[in-house]
T-cell receptor, first 112, second 110 residues
Framework: NAGVTQTPKFQVLKTGQSMTLQCAQD?????MYWYRQDPGMGLRLIYY???????DKGEVPNGYNVSRLNKREFSLRLESAAPSQTSVYFC???????????FGPGTRLTVL | QKEVEQDPGPLSVPEGAIVSLNCTYS??????FMWYRQYSRKGPELLMY????GNKEDGRFTAQVDKSSKYISLFIRDSQPSDSATYLC??????????FGAGTTVTVRA
């Protein structure tokens, strides 16, 4: 039982490059989330998926797209990376909205 | 003004001391309150989860919620070096959105 897994752990991109961050959970949770964490800003929600087949924007969605591939997997795509997207990205999942969110280990992304 | 305010610290205490952490918030609709612990270069993990006002105790950890003052606290008794981490408060109205504080970094000195 791995919980929430994320790949890759680290990534360096050049401005304008694209990439996809992968997230998977094995807890049979309905809801999944993508956050970014920046110094002094706390965790901010980028996108979330209440259930398989649905996705919605969070607080800071600009420059990102998501795909809820199936119940287990939720990916985050940067189409044209910008230095402002340098951050640590966390995926999380929960059974329902009001239940505990379980976080993955994070992806550290640097955009040069 | 941020929806959730949390003193970033850092906070340094000797082993065995009581650690006191707190957050204030502005949204009176918040009814679910959480404390997460985050070790360096790791993901946040849930420590305490409370609904509405009152106290909740779990081992060395006590969470307090005062909705009238819009103030929540986390107390760590008999602190250990292994408690050295960043502590994040989070709160929710009961929908998808968790609002996080910026986190307080705590160091417990042996």
């Amino acid at each position: 039982n791995a919980g929430v897994t994320q790949t890759p752990k680290f990534q360096v991109l050049k401005t304008g490059q694209s990439m996809t961050l992968q997230c998977a959970q094995d807890m049979n949770h309905n809801s999944m989330y993508w956050y970014r964490q920046d110094p002094g800003m706390g965790l901010r929600l980028i996108y979330y998926s209440a259930s398989e087949g649905t996705t919605d924007k969070g607080e800071v969605p600009n420059g990102y797209n998501v795909s809820r591939l199936n119940k287990r997997e939720f990916s985050l795509r940067l189409e044209s990376a910008a230095p402002s997207q340098t951050s640590v990205y966390f995926c999380a999942s929960s059974s329902t909205y009001t239940d505990t969110q379980y976080f993955g280990p994070g992806t550290r992304l640097t955009v040069l | 003004q941020k929806e959730v305010e949390q003193d970033p610290g850092p906070l340094s205490v000797p082993e065995g001391a009581i650690v006191s952490l707190n957050c204030t918030y502005s949204n009176s609709a918040f009814q679910y309150f959480m404390w997460y612990r985050q070790y360096s270069r790791k993901g946040p993990e849930l420590l305490m989860y409370t609904y509405s006002s009152g106290n909740k105790e779990d081992g060395r950890f006590t969470a307090q919620v005062d909705k009238s003052s819009k103030y929540i606290s986390l107390f760590i008794r008999d602190s250990q070096p292994s408690d050295s981490a960043t502590y994040l408060c989070a709160m929710s109205e009961g929908d998808y959105k968790l609002s996080f504080g910026a986190g307080t970094t705590v160091t417990v000195r042996a």
